[in-house]
């Protein structure tokens, strides 16, 4: 059974910071992967999707790792705005007819 | 283009009610998958449906049903509503599950 874990589950950084949000996830053999970003009770937006058979996917001033064979992923966000602050979601899809499975989020503040 | 539209977006329910919630694809998708969200938590995954028929179910009681139409919109019904139903409902639709597409979601308060 695929198990997603984030790490940190909050963070906090002042305005101007480059950040890294981290993801693991324990089966390797994954379809492909999407980070979202969930403002308070909203629903979620995709920012990115990783093939497996990709290494990064670049979208503005965010970036995103994939390395199946540590079961890694990482966000990378470049010069955080105070517009950055959500909750940004990691999901995997591990192929065929699963379904896409979440972590718990990492709560990102930047302060201006 | 519209993208995945779910209603209503609040509701309010008292402990033994049932509820049902509906979502319309985005247009092109024909897989709709729905997930509860407690709060502080990720999603956590229900059910997906694909040609009117339920393909995959997550580990939730026969009190969660769906259904979906020839159009491909859905709809989610839970039974003998309790407190711990009370989350944000979310549906997202795909083209054979890739690339999911989320609604804005339901929030459902049980009193």
């Known amino acids: 059974k695929q198990e997603v874990t984030q790490i940190p589950a909050a963070l906090s950084v002042p305005e101007g910071e480059n950040l890294v949000l981290n993801c693991s996830f324990t089966d390797s053999a994954i379809y492909n992967l999407q980070w979202f970003r969930q403002d308070p009770g909203k629903g979620l937006t995709s920012l990115l999707l990783?093939?497996?058979?990709?290494r990064e996917q670049t979208s503005g001033r965010l970036n995103a790792s994939l390395d199946k064979s540590s079961g890694r992923s990482t966000l990378y966000i470049a010069a955080s705005q105070p517009g950055d602050s959500a909750t940004y979601l990691c999901a995997v899809l591990s192929g065929g007819n699963t379904p896409l499975v979440f972590g718990k989020g990492t709560r990102l503040s930047v302060i201006a | 283009d519209a993208g995945v539209t779910q209603s209503p977006t609040h509701l309010i329910k008292t402990r033994g009610q049932q509820v049902t919630l509906r979502c319309s694809p985005k247009?092109?998708?024909?897989?709709v998958s729905w997930y509860q969200q407690a709060l502080g938590q990720g999603p956590q995954f229900i059910f997906q449906?694909?040609?009117?028929?339920?393909?995959q179910r997550g580990n939730f009681p026969d009190r969660f049903s769906g259904h979906q139409f020839p159009n491909y919109s859905s709809e989610l019904n839970v039974n003998a509503l309790l407190l711990g139903d009370s989350a944000l409902y979310l549906c997202a639709s795909s083209y054979t599950n890739y690339g999911y597409t989320f609604g804005s979601g339901t929030r459902l308060t049980v009193v």
């Open positions: 990783i093939q497996s058979s990709q």
């Open positions: 247009s092109g998708h024909d897989t």
């Open positions: 449906y694909y040609e009117e028929e339920e393909r």
